[in-house]
Protein backbone atom coordinates (compact mmCIF):
# COMPACT_ATOMS: atom_id res chain seq x y z
CA UNK A 1 0.00 0.00 0.00
CA UNK A 2 0.82 3.46 0.39
CA UNK A 3 3.31 4.84 2.27
CA UNK A 4 5.15 7.98 3.81
CA UNK A 5 8.86 8.41 5.08
CA UNK A 6 10.51 11.24 6.84
CA UNK A 7 12.68 11.94 9.02
CA UNK A 8 10.96 11.88 12.77
CA UNK A 9 13.69 13.79 14.51
CA UNK A 10 13.57 16.03 16.95
CA UNK A 11 15.38 18.73 14.72
CA UNK A 12 17.10 21.81 16.44
CA UNK A 13 18.18 24.57 14.96
CA UNK A 14 19.45 28.20 15.42
CA UNK A 15 17.37 30.84 14.16
CA UNK A 16 18.07 31.80 10.52
CA UNK A 17 19.41 28.28 9.60
CA UNK A 18 18.55 26.62 6.59
CA UNK A 19 15.69 23.91 6.90
CA UNK A 20 15.11 20.78 4.95
CA UNK A 21 13.15 17.94 5.66
CA UNK A 22 13.39 15.09 4.29
CA UNK A 23 10.50 13.12 2.75
CA UNK A 24 9.90 10.32 0.35
CA UNK A 25 6.74 8.19 -0.84
CA UNK A 26 5.29 5.06 -1.98
CA UNK A 27 2.42 4.90 -3.94
CA UNK A 28 1.03 3.37 -7.40
CA UNK A 29 -0.13 5.97 -10.20
CA UNK A 30 0.20 9.57 -9.27
CA UNK A 31 -0.66 10.99 -5.70
CA UNK A 32 -1.09 14.68 -4.26
CA UNK A 33 1.72 15.69 -1.73
CA UNK A 34 1.21 17.41 1.25
CA UNK A 35 3.02 19.28 3.91
CA UNK A 36 0.80 19.75 7.07
CA UNK A 37 2.49 21.90 10.64
CA UNK A 38 0.88 20.83 13.76
CA UNK A 39 1.79 23.45 16.99
CA UNK A 40 0.74 22.34 20.30
CA UNK A 41 -2.28 21.84 21.28
CA UNK A 42 -3.95 22.39 18.26
CA UNK A 43 -4.91 20.14 15.25
CA UNK A 44 -3.05 20.04 11.97
CA UNK A 45 -2.59 22.83 9.01
CA UNK A 46 -2.21 22.75 5.25
CA UNK A 47 1.11 24.11 4.55
CA UNK A 48 1.51 23.62 0.74
CA UNK A 49 0.65 20.93 -1.70
CA UNK A 50 1.47 19.74 -5.21
CA UNK A 51 -0.78 17.87 -7.50
CA UNK A 52 1.90 16.71 -10.54
CA UNK A 53 5.19 16.25 -11.06
CA UNK A 54 7.18 19.12 -11.46
CA UNK A 55 5.07 21.38 -9.00
CA UNK A 56 6.24 23.37 -6.46
CA UNK A 57 4.58 24.57 -3.21
CA UNK A 58 4.94 27.47 -1.17
CA UNK A 59 3.42 28.73 1.34
CA UNK A 60 5.21 31.38 4.64
CA UNK A 61 8.76 30.92 3.05
CA UNK A 62 8.34 27.01 3.00
CA UNK A 63 8.91 25.45 -0.53
CA UNK A 64 8.51 21.98 -1.65
CA UNK A 65 8.92 20.27 -4.92
CA UNK A 66 7.21 17.08 -6.45
CA UNK A 67 9.96 15.04 -7.79
CA UNK A 68 8.68 12.03 -9.31
CA UNK A 69 11.59 10.74 -10.62
CA UNK A 70 13.37 10.56 -6.91
CA UNK A 71 9.41 9.93 -5.60
CA UNK A 72 10.37 13.00 -3.10
CA UNK A 73 8.91 16.09 -1.26
CA UNK A 74 11.16 17.45 0.65
CA UNK A 75 10.31 20.83 2.57
CA UNK A 76 12.76 23.73 2.64
CA UNK A 77 12.80 27.04 3.71
CA UNK A 78 15.86 29.69 3.45
CA UNK A 79 15.84 31.21 7.66
CA UNK A 80 13.30 29.33 10.38
CA UNK A 81 11.86 31.42 12.95
CA UNK A 82 11.60 30.20 16.69
CA UNK A 83 7.52 30.73 15.52
CA UNK A 84 8.64 28.01 13.08
CA UNK A 85 8.67 24.98 15.84
CA UNK A 86 5.99 22.75 15.50
CA UNK A 87 5.43 18.95 13.99
CA UNK A 88 5.29 18.72 10.39
CA UNK A 89 3.95 16.14 8.11
CA UNK A 90 3.84 14.82 5.55
CA UNK A 91 1.35 13.06 3.31
CA UNK A 92 0.10 11.79 -0.10
CA UNK A 93 -3.34 11.15 -1.05
CA UNK A 94 -4.17 8.55 -3.95
CA UNK A 95 -6.38 10.53 -5.77
CA UNK A 96 -6.86 13.82 -3.92
CA UNK A 97 -10.58 13.50 -2.94
CA UNK A 98 -11.29 13.30 1.02
CA UNK A 99 -12.68 9.80 0.30
CA UNK A 100 -9.37 8.19 0.03
CA UNK A 101 -8.22 10.22 3.03
CA UNK A 102 -4.26 11.00 3.37
CA UNK A 103 -1.58 8.85 4.54
CA UNK A 104 0.78 10.47 6.57
CA UNK A 105 4.52 10.11 7.45
CA UNK A 106 5.38 9.79 11.43
CA UNK A 107 6.15 13.64 11.54
CA UNK A 108 8.97 15.61 12.48
CA UNK A 109 9.47 17.49 15.18
CA UNK A 110 11.28 21.21 14.71
CA UNK A 111 12.56 22.74 17.13
CA UNK A 112 14.31 26.64 16.55
CA UNK A 113 16.41 28.19 19.25
CA UNK A 114 17.07 32.25 19.36
CA UNK B 1 -15.97 32.02 10.12
CA UNK B 2 -16.00 29.44 12.72
CA UNK B 3 -14.05 26.77 12.80
CA UNK B 4 -14.02 23.01 12.89
CA UNK B 5 -15.23 21.95 16.34
CA UNK B 6 -14.87 18.59 18.53
CA UNK B 7 -16.43 17.82 21.21
CA UNK B 8 -15.71 17.20 24.43
CA UNK B 9 -11.64 17.97 24.33
CA UNK B 10 -10.78 15.90 26.68
CA UNK B 11 -11.93 12.50 27.62
CA UNK B 12 -11.37 9.70 30.33
CA UNK B 13 -12.51 6.20 30.12
CA UNK B 14 -12.48 2.98 31.25
CA UNK B 15 -11.60 0.17 29.33
CA UNK B 16 -14.61 -1.64 28.01
CA UNK B 17 -16.73 1.33 27.97
CA UNK B 18 -17.94 3.28 24.81
CA UNK B 19 -17.22 5.98 23.93
CA UNK B 20 -18.95 9.28 21.23
CA UNK B 21 -17.22 11.91 19.93
CA UNK B 22 -18.56 15.01 18.11
CA UNK B 23 -17.52 17.07 15.18
CA UNK B 24 -19.28 20.13 13.89
CA UNK B 25 -17.84 20.77 10.59
CA UNK B 26 -17.62 24.34 9.14
CA UNK B 27 -20.76 26.16 7.46
CA UNK B 28 -21.37 24.24 4.46
CA UNK B 29 -18.89 21.95 4.43
CA UNK B 30 -20.30 18.20 3.25
CA UNK B 31 -17.60 16.12 3.95
CA UNK B 32 -16.19 14.66 7.14
CA UNK B 33 -13.24 12.86 7.66
CA UNK B 34 -11.60 11.22 10.56
CA UNK B 35 -8.43 10.24 12.04
CA UNK B 36 -6.34 8.83 15.17
CA UNK B 37 -2.83 9.99 15.94
CA UNK B 38 -1.00 7.91 18.77
CA UNK B 39 2.78 8.38 19.33
CA UNK B 40 3.47 4.52 17.92
CA UNK B 41 1.28 4.48 14.81
CA UNK B 42 1.07 8.22 13.82
CA UNK B 43 -1.64 9.24 11.70
CA UNK B 44 -4.17 7.13 10.60
CA UNK B 45 -7.10 7.40 8.34
CA UNK B 46 -10.80 6.39 10.21
CA UNK B 47 -13.34 7.42 7.70
CA UNK B 48 -15.06 9.77 5.61
CA UNK B 49 -18.75 10.55 5.03
CA UNK B 50 -20.14 12.98 2.35
CA UNK B 51 -23.74 14.06 2.62
CA UNK B 52 -24.89 11.68 5.18
CA UNK B 53 -22.66 8.37 3.56
CA UNK B 54 -19.82 6.72 4.31
CA UNK B 55 -17.76 6.78 1.64
CA UNK B 56 -14.38 5.28 2.73
CA UNK B 57 -12.95 3.33 5.70
CA UNK B 58 -9.46 2.89 7.25
CA UNK B 59 -8.28 -0.26 8.50
CA UNK B 60 -9.61 -0.21 11.56
CA UNK B 61 -11.74 -3.02 13.35
CA UNK B 62 -15.81 -2.64 13.56
CA UNK B 63 -15.92 -1.35 17.15
CA UNK B 64 -15.10 2.15 15.19
CA UNK B 65 -17.93 3.41 13.82
CA UNK B 66 -19.39 6.91 12.75
CA UNK B 67 -22.58 8.46 11.42
CA UNK B 68 -22.75 11.89 9.41
CA UNK B 69 -26.47 13.99 10.36
CA UNK B 70 -28.44 15.75 7.91
CA UNK B 71 -26.63 18.91 9.33
CA UNK B 72 -23.28 17.46 8.56
CA UNK B 73 -22.35 16.88 11.91
CA UNK B 74 -20.49 13.88 12.68
CA UNK B 75 -20.17 11.88 15.66
CA UNK B 76 -17.99 9.30 15.70
CA UNK B 77 -18.25 6.17 18.68
CA UNK B 78 -16.19 3.03 19.61
CA UNK B 79 -17.48 0.60 21.64
CA UNK B 80 -15.43 -1.90 23.95
CA UNK B 81 -12.53 0.13 24.67
CA UNK B 82 -9.03 -0.87 24.79
CA UNK B 83 -5.87 0.84 25.97
CA UNK B 84 -4.68 1.16 22.77
CA UNK B 85 -7.58 3.29 21.53
CA UNK B 86 -5.80 6.16 23.96
CA UNK B 87 -5.28 8.98 21.55
CA UNK B 88 -5.88 12.60 19.98
CA UNK B 89 -8.90 11.58 17.47
CA UNK B 90 -8.91 14.51 15.14
CA UNK B 91 -12.03 15.42 12.31
CA UNK B 92 -11.44 17.49 9.06
CA UNK B 93 -14.04 19.25 7.02
CA UNK B 94 -14.16 20.26 3.21
CA UNK B 95 -17.08 21.62 1.40
CA UNK B 96 -15.92 19.39 -2.04
CA UNK B 97 -14.51 16.18 -0.31
CA UNK B 98 -10.97 17.41 -1.93
CA UNK B 99 -8.31 16.74 0.58
CA UNK B 100 -6.65 20.07 -0.33
CA UNK B 101 -10.02 21.65 1.09
CA UNK B 102 -9.56 20.48 4.59
CA UNK B 103 -9.78 22.22 7.67
CA UNK B 104 -8.86 20.22 10.81
CA UNK B 105 -10.20 20.50 14.30
CA UNK B 106 -8.28 20.75 17.33
CA UNK B 107 -8.66 16.94 18.07
CA UNK B 108 -10.39 15.30 20.81
CA UNK B 109 -7.56 13.39 23.38
CA UNK B 110 -9.19 10.41 24.42
CA UNK B 111 -7.45 8.35 27.36
CA UNK B 112 -8.72 4.92 28.19
CA UNK B 113 -7.30 3.45 31.93
Redesign the interface.
Known amino acids: GDSVTQMEGPVTLSEEAFLTINCTYTATGYP?L?WYVQYP??????LL?A?KADDKGSNKGFEATYRKETTSFHLEKGSVQVSDSAVY?C?L?AT????????????THLIIQP | KAGVTQTPRYLIKTRGQQVTLSCSPISGHRSVSWYQQTPGQGLQFLFEYFSETQRNKGNFPGRFSGRQFSNSRSEMNVSTLELGDSALYLCASSRSGAVYEQYFGPGTRLTVT
Open positions: SFGEGLQLKTFASGGGADGLTFGKG
